[in-house]
């Protein structure tokens, strides 16, 4: 089974990345964040060179995911990326934020299927690396999904990962499952699985429901509970001596990032992490108000010093 890290965006950043592996080990692949291609000509530049550079993401297998509809710009950064020693390049179909579907991006370039047809024979022909999708099926309503799929399988594309929500559900209900099986009986490429697999009794029942799954995408499961995959494999639960050890190592390395800023960015991890506690409530009030590094570094103390593990750390939406 390939198991591998979700791309979230303003959280599994590269920094993330590695410090989680050192800690708990590394998954079998991890996804960037989505990324905007750079215009044709240009290279990638700031923070999006720093999340790709190979010095930055040493030891691990990463697929860098772009975010875009412009087919020309998609295949000049899979050109970059390929140059830069990449084997995949991955389109986020799944987005499902206001501003983006607006724009046709993400999962708005599921409303145009003629055009993301076009775009997907364009990049599965020209782009040196192969092209895996992660994708929702539909805007509205599941019952999109079926041309959606049709579309996807007429192109030779790499990987499909499937997260069965649509755009309006954002984050909310229950992920179709029935949506990844139709797939995966259709499918000519390979197909994955994402969406609320948040323990090993959800991931155990997804593979008893579909023995065909050879991928599952963690995202918020890793967040609130960062053994899960060593967990899937049979391995131990986190101890508060490991999550105190890769919460240290999380903060020193966003500290050296981003100073002081690196507060607000721990209070996002710990908006997910709190659920490796028994109460996640009271974690979240420790941390909630916290604006210095001291007044966080005494809260971290205190949750660590006083809170309890939860029995299963489980994410709960
Ligand atoms: C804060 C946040 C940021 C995300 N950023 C991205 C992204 O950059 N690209 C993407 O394809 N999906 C993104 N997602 C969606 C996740 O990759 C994943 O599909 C979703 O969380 C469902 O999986 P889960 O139930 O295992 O968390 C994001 C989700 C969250 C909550």
Same mark, same amino acid.
């Given at each position: ?112 299927? +003629? %055009?993301? #047809? /076009?775009? $997907?024979?364009?990049? @599965?022909? &020209? ?5 895996? !999708?992660?994708? *929702? ?5 599941? +019952? %999109?999904? #079926? /041309?959606? $799929?049709?579309?996807? @399988?007429? &192109? ?5 990962? !499937?997260?069965? *929500? ?24 390979? !197909? ?126």
């Amino acid at each position: 089974m390939i198991v591998s890290l979700a791309p979230m965006e303003g959280i599994t950043g590269h920094l993330f990345r590695t410090v989680h592996a050192e800690c708990f080990g590394a998954l079998d692949r991890y996804y960037t964040p989505f990324l905007p291609p750079p215009r044709v000509g240009s290279s990638f530049g700031g923070r999006i060179k720093a999340e790709i550079d190979s010095a930055n993401n040493r030891g691990l297998t990463v697929v860098p995911q772009l975010m875009s509809k412009n087919a020309d710009e998609f295949i000049w950064a899979a050109q970059l990326l390929s140059q830069m020693g990449y084997g995949e390049v991955n389109l986020n179909l799944g987005c499902p934020s206001g501003t983006v579907v607006a724009k046709g991006k993400g999962a708005g370039f599921l409303r145009h299927l +003629e %055009e993301l #047809d /076009a775009f $997907l024979n364009q990049v @599965c022909e &020209r782009s040196p690396i192969p092209v895996s !999708v992660k994708t *929702r099926i539909g805007v509205e309503s599941d +019952e %999109e999904y #079926d /041309a959606i $799929l049709e579309v996807y @399988c007429r &192109r030779p594309i790499a990987e499909l990962i !499937v997260h069965p *929500r649509v755009q309006k559900d954002r984050y909310q209900g229950t992920p179709r499952q029935e949506a990844y099986g139709k797939t995966l009986a259709a499918a000519p490429f390979p !197909v994955a699985y994402n969406g609320d697999i948040f323990t090993v009794g959800d991931y155990t029942a997804l593979v008893a429901t579909y023995p065909a799954t050879r991928h599952v995408m963690l995202g918020r499961g890793i967040l609130a509970n960062p053994a899960l995959a060593r967990m899937l494999r049979g391995g131990a639960a986190a101890t508060a001596g490991e999550l105190k050890r890769f919460h240290d190592g999380l903060f020193d390395a966003y500290r050296a990032e981003i100073g002081g800023n690196a507060v607000f960015r721990m209070k996002e991890w710990w908006s997910y992490a709190r659920f490796a506690f028994a109460d996640p409530l009271s974690v979240h009030r420790a941390v909630r108000k916290v604006r210095r590094v001291d007044d966080y570094q005494a809260a971290v103390s205190r949750i660590f010093n006083s809170e309890p593990l939860a029995d299963v750390a489980r994410f709960r939406p």
